[in-house]
């Protein structure tokens, strides 16, 4: 059973930086996408970042551009997300995401799992 466990998410102040963390266990996770989605309850879904197995290609979604940045550490299945200059509209559950099939651009809505989510919440 696959099992993907956050952490550092918390409360931050606007303009501040977080760094997120998601080790991820059970299943072999190369070729794999990995990455992160955030949802505001009563939102939909949105596509954060992902990268794929060996750190060739990643995405972002434009809104995050520049400020956040995904990496991964193969030999750990552990996927980090480095948000900086962080906004109150980034305020949200961050969910760490997996996609077995990395020929596509990871969909937000067509993921193999995810975690239990974690909050960040950037305050004034």
């Known amino acids: 059973q696959v099992q993907l466990v956050e952490s550092g998410g918390g409360l931050v102040q606007h303009g501040g930086s977080l760094r997120l963390s998601c080790a991820a266990s059970?299943?072999?996770?190369?070729?794999?996408?990995m990455g992160w989605l955030r949802q505001v309850p009563g939102k939909e879904r949105d596509f954060v970042a992902a990268i794929t197995s060996g750190g060739g290609s990643t995405y972002y979604a434009d809104s995050v551009k520049g400020r956040f940045t995904i990496s991964r550490d193969k030999a750990k299945n552990t996927v980090y997300l480095q948000m900086s200059s962080l906004k109150f509209e980034d305020t949200a559950v961050y969910y760490c995401?997996?996609?077995?099939?990395?020929?596509?651009?990871?969909?937000?809505?067509?993921?193999?799992?995810w975690g239990q989510g974690t909050q960040v919440t950037v305050s004034s």
């Open positions: 059970g299943r072999a996770f190369s070729g794999t996408t």
């Open positions: 995401t997996v996609w077995y099939d990395s020929s596509r651009a990871p969909d937000p809505y067509r993921f193999d799992y």
